[in-house]
Nanobody, 115 residues
């Protein structure tokens, strides 16, 4: 069973930065993707960034050049570095790990971008 625990969210002013962390435990042997999703108020969850075992990352257009997804295999941790934050980046951020056909989710961490 895979368990994910996000941290690092908070309140930040527009233009500021935050780094989200996702501590991963359990058997993730042969994982196929890790990702961050965002759920804005009143909206569905949407993919923000994803990374594969090769290290190749993909981003939704609105965060390209501002967000960076990365992982530390030694620490079993997934990160999302967020720079130049905008009010529209506000939402609950969830990390996911896909192993086979199973996609595991964390409980989410709130990010609020506001002056």
């Amino acid at each position: 069973q895979v368990q994910l625990v996000e941290s690092g969210g908070g309140l930040v002013q527009p233009g500021g930065s935050l780094t989200l962390s996702c501590k991963i435990s359990g058997n993730i042997f042969s994982w196929s993707s890790m990702a961050w999703h965002r759920q804005a108020p009143g909206e569905q969850r949407k993919l923000v960034a994803a990374i594969g075992p090769s290290g190749i990352a993909n981003y939704v257009g609105s965060v390209k050049g501002r967000f960076t997804i990365s992982r530390d295999d030694a620490e079993n941790t997934l990160y999302l570095q967020m720079n130049s934050l905008k009010p529209e980046d506000t939402g609950v951020y969830y990390c996911t790990v896909r192993v086979g056909s199973l996609n595991s989710w964390g409980q989410g961490t709130q990010v609020t971008v506001s002056s």
